[in-house]
């Protein structure tokens, strides 16, 4: 995975602000235009770009919107992100304008991640509410997405411990998960997976544990394992006793977090962007392990015990049996 250099991002700063001529803080669609006039078209103008982060009431772009939009470019198409940064008047290398992140299996084997860029992978059966999370991330009402078929993203910047993160949101539609599963090696580009469900409806609870359950058997299958969390979306409404008893009793059996609820209608998000971010910088906790990877481990376990207990038996042995050639020698030369 590649990310913007810190003079890359410069760069474009200066670029943002020169295209600015208002002076307003924020790139209106013409200014964009402008901007990118020396390019072929205007990379952003079609999906999933062009409504994937925040604008102003003017639909002017704020900087973070602008680099957010970029680092998403950068996520998805890096080519694509460095000819654009040509386009627009950058003079240096490839390598001066990206960084190679680690893999994500060495963070997880490390326990840590060097990473500025995080991708959320948005699960949840229809209905559940993974467009409003995306468009709450955003500033808008959910009533202000933009009809799309297929996948939906949304870019934004978090601020954790004093630090901004870009987190990018990938909502994944019902009916595109099992398509994605059958990529062995989907999980690889993900940091962190969400499952939305309705906290009214006992229904979409169970789609959301199932969905949890594939994901979950899958990263245990390729070793693309990922840290998860539930979300337990429409609290302000009446909530689904048995849903809540059987979404926290699976977080527990999983070895997850307890499922956070929000209401995205009340504006009470719980912090659940910067719960994200802290999930994703800690890449070895909150992955679920399923009954299936349980058993496993445990065989794992008892295999090594006896592989150790066999070992050790070996060495004890060796040991005697060089012990009594000693002795034995002794004996002779004592005769």
Known sequence: TLELTGQAIDFLRGIFNMFDTDNDDALLPAELDDLFSTAPENPWSNN?????????????????????????????????SFANLIYVGYSGDFGSAFTTMRKRRVDRKKQQTQRNVFQCYVFGPRGAGKTALLQSFLGRQPSDALPMNGERFAA????????????????????????????????????????????????????TRDLLVEVATHGENTGYEVPCLI???????????????????????????????????????????????????????????????KTRRQYR?????????????????????????????RKNTSS
């Open 48 to 80: 999933p770009y062009v409504d994937c982060a925040e604008r102003n009431v003017l639909g002017g772009l704020s900087l973070e919107g602008f680099l957010s939009k970029w680092a998403l470019m950068t996520l998805l198409d890096p080519a694509n």
């Open 156 to 207: 934004n910047t978090v601020e954790l411990s004093g630090s901004r993160k870009t987190l990018v949101f990938r909502e994944i539609p019902e009916d595109d998960v099992r398509p994605l599963l059958a990529d062995r090696e989907s999980l690889a580009p993900c940091d962190v997976a969400v499952f939305v469900y309705d906290s009214c409806d006992e229904f979409s609870w169970q789609r």
């Open 231 to 293: 979300v337990a979306a429409k609290d302000d409404l009446d909530q689904s006793p048995l849903a809540l008893q059987e979404s926290t009793r699976v977080s527990q059996d999983m070895g997850i977090e307890m499922p956070i609820p929000i209401s995205v209608r009340l504006r009470d998000l719980n912090n659940i962007f910067c719960r994200i971010v802290h999930a994703a910088q800690q890449p070895h906790l909150s992955i679920p392990e399923t009954e299936a990877g």
């Open 301 to 329: 376990q008892l295999l090594n015990r006896s592989l150790m207990v066999v070992s050790v038996g070996a060495a004890v042995a060796v040991v005697g049996i060089a012990a009594y050639r000693v002795y034995a020698a």
